[in-house]
């Protein structure tokens, strides 16, 4: 990805799964939750950034 290239991750609240505890996710929902744990790390470089419309969009920006 090139300096300040753009990620957009759509359903990243899973319909509302992510909020469930652990034991009671759905493995889709249990992806996203891991999903929206590492970003940061993966992004380190760059902006996480998480806009709560409808279901949920990360954006991503690559600074370096």
């Known amino acids: 990805?090139?300096?300040g290239g753009l990620v957009l991750i759509d359903n990243v609240f899973a319909r509302g799964g992510i909020l469930k505890p652990e034991i009671e996710q759905k493995k889709f929902e249990?992806?996203?939750t891991e999903l929206n744990?590492?970003?940061?790390?993966?992004?380190?470089?760059g902006e996480v950034m998480v806009l709560p419309i409808r279901d949920g969009i990360s954006i991503l920006r690559k600074k370096v």
């Open 1 to 3: 990805l090139k300096p």
């Open 30 to 32: 249990k992806a996203v």
């Open 37 to 45: 744990r590492v970003l940061p790390e993966l992004f380190a470089d």
